[in-house]
């Protein structure tokens, strides 16, 4: 079995509270491009509250937010996969909680990932991850370290 290393990954600077990647497994044919959006999350209200059902509303405001957003020409937006991770188990007020969101998105085309169009996309798609959904969320306040 030979294994060889044709993944690629580049990481976004623009962002002061998240930490920002892209890339995709195999960087020859790239059928899938991966976006990580990681930070995080000190919770901002002290009364229990179910943040099962808070984390299942983020998940479905990104998927509404791809539908809306997602470029039809580059991407199928029918078939992308979000998996955003926050162990509700570990939420306490006052402490911070670690966040992880990583969207797969699966291109028409096969356009590389350093490639100027779809690096500008996934930093839209991050960009609006980012400032429309997580920075509105008012369970918790996001931050790119656990200090």
């Given amino acids: 079995m030979i294994i060889t290393k044709n993944g690629k990954q580049l990481s976004t600077k623009n962002y002061n509270n998240y930490r920002v990647l892209s890339g995709t497994v195999d960087n ?3 059928k899938a491009l991966y976006l990580t959006i990681s930070a995080w999350g000190e919770t901002l209200i002290k009364e229990d509250i179910n ?4 984390i299942r509303l983020i998940t479905k405001d990104i998927k509404k937010a791809l539908a809306k957003n997602l470029n039809k020409n580059l ?4 078939k992308c996969i979000i998996d955003f991770d926050m162990r509700e188990s570990g939420i306490v007020y ?9 969207i797969t998105l699966y291109q028409k085309n096969l356009f590389k990932l350093q490639e100027k169009k779809i690096q ?7 960009k609006i991850i980012t400032t429309d ?15």
């Fill in 28 to 30: 020859k044919n790239p």
């Fill in 51 to 54: 943040y099962t059902s808070v």
């Fill in 75 to 78: 991407f199928h937006n029918n």
């Fill in 94 to 102: 006052g402490k911070k909680s670690y966040m992880n969101c990583e």
């Fill in 120 to 126: 500008n996309e996934l930093n839209n798609i991050s």
């Fill in 133 to 147: 959904i997580f920075e509105n969320v008012k369970y918790f306040n996001f931050s790119k370290t656990k200090k």
